[in-house]
């Protein structure tokens, strides 16, 4: 399939710190990604998206960068805290009116 | 909340059975999206459908079909269930394809 879940990559912060979470794509023709956070026992979140004609975007305590050459996204969480805490996925659109791909997903913990 | 609603939210039966899970996209929203996630497959791309039609396949079992209704509600129709269809089940809705997916709190089913 086109999402591997073998190996979920964690991360652990202390509050307050920020975090950076990181993924990589492999279709230079996706045009659209989105960063999704799921909290344990919830459906998955919109957090901020981003189109391939920009190479950063600001949100709430959240930026979202792409570097098209080297097919890498990261979403950059500021001032971390507890809430936080969550799987966080990318998804890239390849191609206009295609479906989307995700990640594997990130697991963040946040330290108190 | 998303504004995604499905029902149920648990499902409990035996291997062989057949279910069917319910989803009422966001209102104004013509796409919906069924995923299935476990914990060794992550979050994988089942159906979508859009204003009535079928739009995209991904990964689904011929077991599986699903439609999506005039009031653009859709059902997922689980066949034959085997163990391994356990996993949850989530639903998420589009204004239209390549756009943010907005996904439901999920159903989780147990195949005994």
């Known amino acids: 399939g086109e999402s591997v879940g073998l190996h979920l990559p964690t991360l652990s912060v202390q509050e307050g710190d920020n975090s950076i979470i990181n993924c990589a794509y492999s279709?230079?023709?996706?045009?659209?990604f989105i960063w999704y956070k799921q909290e344990s026992g919830k459906g998955p979140q919109f957090i901020i998206d981003?189109?391939?004609?920009?190479d950063k975007r600001q949100g709430q305590r959240v930026t979202v960068l792409l570097n098209k050459t080297v097919k890498h996204l990261s979403l950059q969480i500021a001032a971390t805290q507890p809430g936080d805490s969550a799987v966080y996925f990318c998804?890239?659109?390849?191609?206009?009116?295609?479906?989307?791909?995700f990640g594997t997903g990130t697991s963040l913990t946040v330290i108190p | 909340d998303s504004g995604v609603t499905q029902t149920p939210k648990h499902l409990i039966t035996a291997t062989g059975q057949r279910v069917t899970l319910r989803c009422s996209p966001r209102?104004?929203?013509?796409?919906v999206y069924w995923y299935q996630q476990s914990l060794d497959q992550g979050l994988q791309f089942l159906i979508q459908?859009?204003?009535?039609?079928?739009?995209a396949k991904g990964n689904i079992l011929e077991r599986f079909s699903a439609q999506q209704f005039p009031d653009l509600h859709s059902e997922l129709n689980l066949s034959s269930l085997e163990l391994g269809d356990s996993a949850l089940y989530f639903c998420?809705?589009?204004?239209?394809?390549?756009?943010?997916?907005?996904f439901g709190p999920g159903t989780r089913l147990t195949v005994t």
């Open positions: 998420a809705s589009s204004v239209a394809t390549g756009y943010e997916q907005y």
């Open positions: 209102s104004g929203d013509l796409s």
């Open positions: 981003i189109r391939s004609n920009m």
């Open positions: 459908y859009y204003n009535g039609e079928e739009r």
């Open positions: 998804a890239e659109n390849r191609g206009t009116g295609n479906q989307f791909y």
């Open positions: 279709n230079s023709a996706s045009d659209y």
